[in-house]
């Protein structure tokens, strides 16, 4: 046989086994999911996952799955998104846009009314599901307490509650923290603080809070309650996907009720003030967060002059959807006003709580 048709009975060799390699054997090419119930999302790894798209804001995108649960990955992480419901995408200096939307690499697609083809480092914020008040909240709750019964009967209850409604240019956002301790049949600590405000962006980081309201009561720090009116303008020093920090400033106004006065003194006062916040927010691993939030509100001498409050935690993925959270709060008001029987209260309140919590 010469070389010629040598090569040539090779080659025919070679071309029947390369049409009866079985199927199996070829490279697999996962295919494309199309939306119909579901969304999907596609890490760059090239995993697909199914589920129901939440949310992307500061870099981090809210994913929920049924076998999973709720997930937070980063959006350099994700290479497809393919949503089957509505969403509404924040656009860097543009009107939202609202449709169904389709991610790949470097383009994202929305298709509404109209269809619209935006680069991907345009987008800045995504908010899925339908557009109703209820469907954009979130939030964590966490409860701690210390029932002890004997030689000491004490009742402890420790709540913080946290809520968050966010779309592409506003969040609403409520806070509760409260604490309770009864020790033999006597009210050791009753104290309760409940804050709301609005935020409006007027670009991806610039925002104007037109209105918040925050109520306080401690007996024990003699004030039956208080309430204090401000709005803010404020601005998000960082903004990544894992460390978020921000700070504001603006007028305010407070109105406190005493406990219990001197004699001649008035029960209640009333006095514009100046209100000083900050916001810190760090993902120092994938299951620890770590907060920092402080408020400074300066006013006269008799509405208690400087009225500080800190706090600042950590919180720990435990089991499932919950949490274990470690919270340290600091409460000082610079000039207290004494109470009748003439006993003026301590200027600083410490609290350590621990607790479990859960998000919702």
Known sequence: MTIRKYLAFLLLIGATFAH??????????????????????????????????????????EFDSDQLENLVVDWADVRQVRTARIVEVGLLGEAPVTGRLVVDGDSVRISGDQERTVARANVLSIVGGETSWTSRWSGQVTFGANLRHGNTDQTEVNTIARALRRTVKSRVGLEYLGNYNVTNDVTATDNHRVSGGVDWFVTDRLFVKPIGVEYFSDPFQNISQRWTISAALGYQLVDTSRVDWEVSFGPAYQHTTFDSVDVGQSEEEGAAAGVFGTNYTNELTSDIDFLVSYQLLFTKPEAGRFNQHFVTGLSLDAVGFLDFDLTFVWDRLDKPRAAANGVVPKQSDYRLTFGLGFDF
């Open 20 to 61: 009866t390699v079985p199927a199996s054997a070829q490279a697999f090419q996962p295919p494309v999911p199309a939306p119909d119930k579901f969304d999907w999302i596609q890490f760059t790894s090239g995993e697909w996952l199914k589920g129901e798209f939440i949310a992307l804001y500061d870099g981090s995108l």
